[in-house]
């Protein structure tokens, strides 16, 4: 049995940026020889993806699958550093496997998918597989994040991707009426999340903390404009209502016909089929957002080459 303890895995995680569990597997194959088992990680990949991990990778795509029942669905985000990687067939690849895995998958952490086998490619952890193709391709790699609906009972669960995966929509939809019969409308309704970045589904799910902040700022901004405190309870109630419509999914005015709101499109098909339509969850994905991308001056860098051969 190979001799080595958990702070040589430790060691040998923060030296190389490989995972715990592929470190320890190194560390086995070389029986617990650190310098060989640096060498196997580097044969395999990994170390040299782990010299990557510094730079920015605020590219990629999103991506969303929903499973054969429309019962399951995964929306995924894996990065890459320029957007010519992402539209690579490599790395269309890599995030398809990684998002069909996740279908089957129980894990509830990015930590965890990495250390799971992926189920295209038997034996290979999805780790491994990052690591694979960053250094085939590169650029640093990057699972960010995802999020899977899985749905218990009758409706089901649609998605929507625009931009060729620069945004990606999941929302989930409870009904007892005949999934081909509210398909059309569970789509269109991703399509009015991905165009309208609604924070919550109805009225009743906004923070309460965050609608009296939001009633403060809209009075200081009513009293600003030099209105009496008479009028100003109603042009706050007003300017709640205008809040309403662009924070919740059911009171937007819905983007294929302005005229109606997404509770009345929904509560038309569900009159039509005969059975309550219920949106219960969404989760919106936008490739990269939060992510500080780096902007290179290449004035400044061609400057700086100059003077460096000077």
């Known amino acids: 049995m190979a001799n080595f303890t958990n702070q040589d895995i430790m060691k040998l995680r923060e030296q190389t940026g490989v995972g715990m569990m592929d470190c320890k597997k190194a560390l086995v194959a070389t029986d617990g020889n650190f310098d060989e088992a640096i060498k196997y990680l580097r044969e395999k990949g990994m170390a040299s993806a782990a010299k990557k991990a510094g730079r920015v990778a605020a590219e990629g ?48 952490t990015v930590e965890q998918v990495l250390e799971e086998v992926c189920c295209k490619d038997c034996g290979k952890t999805v780790n ?69 970045k609604p924070q919550v589904i109805n009225i009743a799910d906004v923070d309460a903390s965050q609608l009296e902040q939001e009633k403060e700022i809209l009075s200081v901004q009513a009293r600003n404009e030099g209105k009496n405190e008479a009028i100003i309870e109603k042009m706050v109630e007003g300017r709640i209502h205008k809040y309403y419509k662009e924070v919740c999914l059911l009171e937007q005015e819905y983007v294929r016909d302005p005229a109606f709101s997404v509770k009345q499109v929904i509560a038309d098909v569900a009159k039509k089929t005969g059975h309550a339509i219920t949106v219960t969850r969404f989760v919106r994905y936008e490739m990269g957002e939060g992510i500080e991308k780096r902007v290179d001056n290449f004035v400044d860098e061609i400057a700086e080459q100059l003077k460096s051969i000077k």
């Open 128 to 196: 491994v597989l990052i690591a694979e193709a960053t250094a085939a391709i590169g650029e640093k790699l990057s699972l960010r994040r995802f999020t899977k609906f899985t749905l218990d009972g009758n409706g089901l669960v649609s998605s929507y991707i625009h931009m060729g995966g620069k945004i990606g929509v999941l929302a989930e939809f409870v009904s007892d009426a005949a999934q081909d019969d509210i398909a059309e409308l569970a789509f269109n309704v991703c399509m009015q999340i991905a165009a309208s």
């Open 61 to 108: 795509l999103v991506k969303c699958v929903i499973s054969s029942d429309r019962k399951t669905g995964v929306a995924v985000e894996v990065n890459c550093e320029t957007d010519f990687v992402a539209r690579s067939d490599q790395f269309v690849e890599l995030v398809d496997a990684i998002a069909n895995h996740l279908l089957t998958s129980d894990a509830t």
